[in-house]
């Protein structure tokens, strides 16, 4: 067996992705912690007494682990069809075991289970669904189209999960909303790169149906919109900064799409590496709404994700 290396390791991990992860975590805590009682309630600027530097790191860990060990367990799901259809994936090219793969896996999810159960003080409930979630998405993706929406559904409880910190804080109503788009988002993404693929050998592909993760992509900006219009009465601070993120999201949707409508070889995986980076834009749009001062990282952070795409695999 060939020597495991750390680029192998963040290829299994898909670690080009761990920015956008960090950025959901932070989002769902800032928002949640200062977020209304009700989902007309016009957030305030969130105070950020609640930040603790011990949390946050117990936060981004256990994330991460969680992540790349759902990472692996997928790879280790996938171990057939990567033997046929992508053979240089570390386990057919021999640099880690079946058994490996498996046992990594589980002792990532669970240490980052832990991590965030004891560390960072989230609801075990909301840990577990994440787990279940996880789980049930390695095990089915490759067998049903509908794998995307648990795709979507990790996302979503990640961001609840995350929002319980400190303390196990009940979710606020606004953090559902928030989360769900979030999760809608990550849905695009896997429908319209299995659209796009289809309709280049289908071209009889039904009108509507491939509109609606066009819609799911955009998702995003356009609630921020309408919650803008809702809080009309936003300082003028936040408001630029919602129009600002809400753009950059548009703008990465938007030239995605037309990457993955090019003709340019492998144009599909670059369009779904671009809207992955662009998960850390869709935090931030939502970010600005509660926490403006920490817009700038999670920007930071998808520039980050595209660095982290030069070199690793994103998909």
Same mark, same amino acid.
Request: with cysteine; net charge neutral.
């Given at each position: 067996?060939?020597?495991?290396?750390?680029?192998?390791?963040?290829?299994?991990?898909?670690?080009?992705?761990?920015?956008?992860?960090?950025?959901?975590?932070?989002?769902?805590?800032?928002?949640?912690?200062?977020?209304?009682?009700?989902?007309?309630?016009?957030?305030?600027?969130?105070?950020?007494?609640?930040?603790?530097?011990?949390?946050?790191?117990?936060?981004?860990?256990?994330?991460?682990?969680?992540?790349?060990?759902?990472?692996?367990?997928?790879?280790?799901?996938?171990?057939?069809?990567?033997?046929?259809?992508?053979?240089?994936?570390?386990?057919?090219?021999?640099?880690?075991?079946?058994?490996?793969?498996?046992?990594?896996?589980?002792?990532?999810?669970?240490?980052?289970?832990?991590?965030?159960?004891?560390?960072?003080?989230?609801?075990?409930?909301?840990?577990?669904?994440?787990?279940?979630?996880?789980?049930?998405?390695?095990?089915?993706?490759?067998?049903?189209?509908?794998?995307?929406?648990?795709? =979507?559904?990790? +996302?979503? %409880?990640?961001? #609840?999960? !995350?929002?319980? @910190?400190?303390?196990?804080?009940?979710? $606020? *109503? /606004? &953090?559902?909303?928030?989360?769900?788009?979030?999760?809608?988002?990550?849905?695009?993404?896997?429908?319209?790169?299995?659209?796009?693929?289809?309709?280049?050998?289908?071209?009889?592909?039904?009108?509507?149906?491939?509109?609606?993760?066009?819609?799911?992509?955009?998702?995003?900006?356009?609630?921020?919109?309408?919650?803008?219009?809702?809080?009309?009465?936003?300082?003028?601070?936040?408001?630029?900064?919602?129009?600002?993120?809400?753009?950059?999201?548009?703008?990465?949707?938007?030239?995605?799409?037309?990457?993955?409508?090019?003709?340019?070889?492998?144009?599909?995986?670059? =369009?779904?590496? +671009?809207? %992955?980076?662009? #998960?850390? !834009?869709?935090? @931030?749009?939502?970010?600005?709404?509660? $926490? *403006? /001062? &920490?817009?700038?990282?999670?920007?930071?952070?998808?520039?980050?994700?595209?660095?982290?795409?030069?070199?690793?695999?994103?998909?």
């Amino acid at each position: 067996m060939k020597k495991f290396q750390f680029s192998d390791w963040m290829s299994m991990a898909r670690g080009a992705n761990l920015p956008t992860v960090w950025t959901n975590v932070l989002a769902a805590w800032a928002i949640n912690a200062g977020a209304g009682p009700s989902l007309r309630w016009m957030p305030e600027w969130t105070d950020m007494n609640f930040f603790n530097a011990t949390t946050l790191g117990w936060l981004l860990l256990g994330a991460s682990l969680i992540y790349a060990g759902g990472c692996f367990l997928n790879d280790a799901c996938d171990h057939k069809f990567d033997q046929k259809n992508r053979p240089e994936r570390p386990i057919p090219n021999g640099f880690l075991t079946l058994t490996q793969a498996w046992a990594l896996g589980v002792l990532q999810i669970l240490t980052g289970a832990w991590a965030l159960i004891e560390g960072a003080d989230c609801s075990w409930q909301w840990t577990v669904a994440l787990l279940a979630c996880i789980l049930a998405y390695d095990w089915i993706h490759k067998k049903t189209a509908w794998g995307i929406l648990l795709m =979507g559904g990790c +996302r979503t %409880l990640l961001w #609840i999960t !995350a929002g319980t @910190a400190a303390s196990g804080m009940s979710p $606020a *109503p /606004l &953090l559902y909303i928030w989360a769900f788009t979030a999760g809608a988002y990550v849905v695009g993404i896997s429908w319209f790169a299995r659209t796009e693929s289809l309709s280049r050998e289908d071209n009889n592909q039904d009108h509507w149906t491939g509109r609606i993760p066009i819609l799911l992509l955009f998702g995003p900006p356009l609630l921020a919109l309408a919650y803008l219009i809702l809080w009309n009465n936003l300082d003028p601070v936040r408001v630029f900064l919602i129009n600002l993120a809400g753009l950059l999201v548009g703008g990465v949707v938007f030239f995605a799409i037309l990457q993955m409508r090019s003709d340019e070889e492998g144009a599909i995986g670059k =369009g779904v590496s +671009r809207l %992955l980076a662009g #998960i850390c !834009a869709v935090d @931030a749009t939502l970010l600005a709404f509660h $926490a *403006p /001062l &920490l817009v700038g990282p999670c920007i930071l952070l998808g520039a980050f994700a595209h660095i982290l795409q030069k070199r690793f695999a994103a998909t």
